[in-house]
């Protein structure tokens, strides 16, 4: 039998959830070395989650911060004194910065049974309130189509225009059937609150909301497999037959595999790229003006950096700066793009001791013999890596969903994770010297990295999104927020022109690309036009017939309609078949 405990799994607001092991410290201490007899052995870990990638955080303060978690601190002492330890067994003593975990009483104890400790971080899915792949929010109380309307008008387009389909990412499995679904939050316990589109019993959709669906019932559209959620398991097992041998497992693996630093340190300034965006409108004055003259009259966008340091930002080059040594000690110093620079130092504290100790930034790394590390005599071979982001702020106008910018301004944060694995290797001699210590980062000598190169005093640039686009490939993102600007005729208006260009977009001929390209120029246009249908579609009318709709519209009183109008879909086709044809030829 084992001794399995766990403790409350740690939410990371991002995701992509990665585990560093920031320090490990192994210490024995031996009265009777030469015969084997261990007295005291001291392990320590110091572990901490990263978020990476996408986060889910609106505060732009708390996304400015770092997405680092508090770091957990591990300590195992096993005490086996030379009389005590042959009567009693060894004593053993397991806490964590969270308490003791063993013994329950006491500061130290026998094991009768082998240990095992768990630690759980979650990330967040991703996709939390979208309905499409291009980040498109969904508008809550709306049935997300092609023009988000509430339930009931949502009901009248799909009886005078025909069927429309609902756009979303997942959809949930209720009771052997699936429907489509918005995934609203991601809460602490792992399930999900969801916004399910499901038709009552006369067939209209309505939205109904789930306080806590489990990740099972839940997939991606078309998916056979349900979502599953990031998660990294944190492991600490003791065997009662020899507690020396204890493991620490990162998702099944050795926690020497995880040994690793955030960049950039948190002692350092985070430094980020800022580019503020103008309107993407032009005002038609300025545009007959380019015309005229022939030149470009685009308001350029401002970045806070100059070429240079933008050209090495998106490179993420890793640069070589000082290093020195000594017979027991050397020192490197690395910059892992323009904004996070590193220092790495190698030393020997008692010469008469096999213990090596690596140090980055100034702190401890990992403190042990080369065996250890799993090497052999003849070396130290030390393994790890620099975990990190760069990052763009975008400060764009927010647009509605109709494409409409307004006046207000917001941030949206672009992550550019990397990871650079460095090597730091040994070779024992009777003598020791340390100036034979080599050093590489991603598999390169450090004297073949290229050598840092400060910026010379360069102007923050000042370039239109074309350019920004062709010289650097950055496109500046959009700001949509979850509104429609336009009238409930204007969006059905949108919708008929849509279903036109998609069945324009079916055929084949020298025509099909014009027509893509001009279907989105046109599309106000023709909203504009179709705002004639409100008094068609309008509710007050007192044209609506009992007999046509009941059954359909929900929580409507039924109407005596005028026996000369037809509302029929076919009808309304056939009176109003020279109006469209009309549209067409635009």
């Known amino acids: 039998m084992a001794r399995r405990t766990r403790a409350l799994t740690e939410v990371v607001d991002t995701t992509e ?55 957990l601190d591990i300590e195992v002492v096993i005490d086996e004194g030379i ?23 006491g500061a130290k104890a026998r094991t009768y049974e082998d240990i095992r400790h768990e630690w759980n971080f979650r990330g967040i899915v991703s996709g939390i309130g979208l309905i499409g792949e291009n980040k498109d929010r969904w508008i809550p109380g709306t049935i997300p189509t092609e023009t988000p309307q509430d339930p009931a008008t ?19 499995e209720l009771n052997g059937q699936r429907y489509r679904a918005v995934l609203k939050r991601q809460r602490p316990d792992g399930c999900f609150e969801a916004a399910v589109f499901q038709p009552d019993l006369r067939g209209v959709l309505e939205i109904r909301d ?21 998660e990294v398991l944190l492991a600490l097992d003791i065997p009662k037959a020899n507690p020396h041998s204890m493991a620490l497992s990162v998702s099944g693996k050795k926690f020497i595999d995880y040994l690793g630093r ?44 100059g070429a240079s340091v933008l050209n090495h930002f998106l490179s993420g080059q890793v640069r070589r700066g000082k290093s020195d040594s000594t017979r027991l000690s050397k020192w490197w110093e690395v910059q892992l793009g323009p904004f996070a620079e590193h220092r790495i130092e190698i030393e020997k504290k008692n010469r008469l001791s096999p213990i090596l100790t690596l140090s980055v930034d100034g702190e401890v790394l990992c403190e042990c013999v080369g065996e250890d590390l799993g090497c052999g005599s003849e070396e130290w071979r030390c393994r790890f890596s620099f975990v990190g982001e760069r990052h763009i702020d975008f400060n764009v106008y927010e647009e509605t969903r109709d494409g409409r910018e307004l006046e207000t301004k917001s941030v949206i944060t672009r992550p550019y994770c990397y990871d650079h694995n460095v090597e730091v290797v040994y070779m024992r001699r009777n003598i020791d010297d340390f100036h034979t210590v080599q050093l590489s980062v991603d598999g390169v000598p450090f004297n073949e990295l290229e050598q840092i190169v400060l910026p010379r005093d360069e102007v923050d ?47 084949e001929g020298p025509i099909k690309q014009t027509i893509q390209e001009k279907v989105g120029e046109a599309g106000n246009l023709i909203s504009d036009i179709g705002s004639q249908m409100l008094e068609l579609l309008s509710l007050q009318s007192p044209h609506w017939s009992g007999g046509s709709w009941s059954g359909v519209l929900k929580g409507y009183t039924a109407q005596e309609m ?10 309304y086709w056939q009176v109003h078949e020279r109006d469209f044809a009309a549209l067409v030829s635009l």
Not at 19 to 42: D, M, N, P, R, Y
Not at 154 to 172: C, F, N, P, R, W
Not at 562 to 571: H, P
Request: aromatic share 6%; glycine share 8%.
């Open 17 to 71: 959830v990665a585990l560093v092991v920031e320090q490990w410290f192994c210490e024995e201490h031996s009265v009777k070395k030469k015969i084997g007899a261990q007295s005291k052995t001291t392990q320590k870990w110091r572990v901490r989650a990263v978020g990476r990638g996408e986060t889910l955080v609106d505060d732009i303060d708390k996304m400015k911060t770092s997405k680092a978690n508090e770091a």
């Open 83 to 105: 009389v005590s330890g042959a009567a009693l067994g060894p004593q053993l003593r397991v806490c964590t910065n969270g308490g003791q975990i063993f013994p329950a009483r």
């Open 154 to 172: 949502h009901a009248i387009q799909d009886i005078v225009l025909g069927y429309s389909a609902v756009k979303s990412l997942y959809e949930v």
């Open 210 to 230: 789930y306080p806590s669906l489990h990740r099972s019932s839940i997939f991606e559209v078309g998916a056979m497999e349900h979502i599953s959620v990031p």
């Open 262 to 305: 955030v960049s950039p340190h948190k002692g350092a300034v985070h430094r980020r790229i800022c580019i503020d965006a103008p309107k993407r409108w032009i005002p038609i004055a300025k545009q007959m003006t380019s015309a005229a003259i022939g030149v470009e009259n685009e308001d350029p966008a401002s970045i806070n950096v």
């Open 461 to 507: 640039l000042k370039i239109t999104r074309k350019v920004l686009l062709n010289q650097f490939g950055l496109e500046v993102p959009r700001k949509v927020l979850a509104e429609d600007s336009r009238g409930v005729a204007r969006k059905i208006a949108g919708r008929v022109w849509h279903d036109m260009g998609v069945e324009w977009s079916l055929r």
């Open 562 to 571: 005028n026996k000369s109008v037809d509302l029929s879909s076919d009808g």
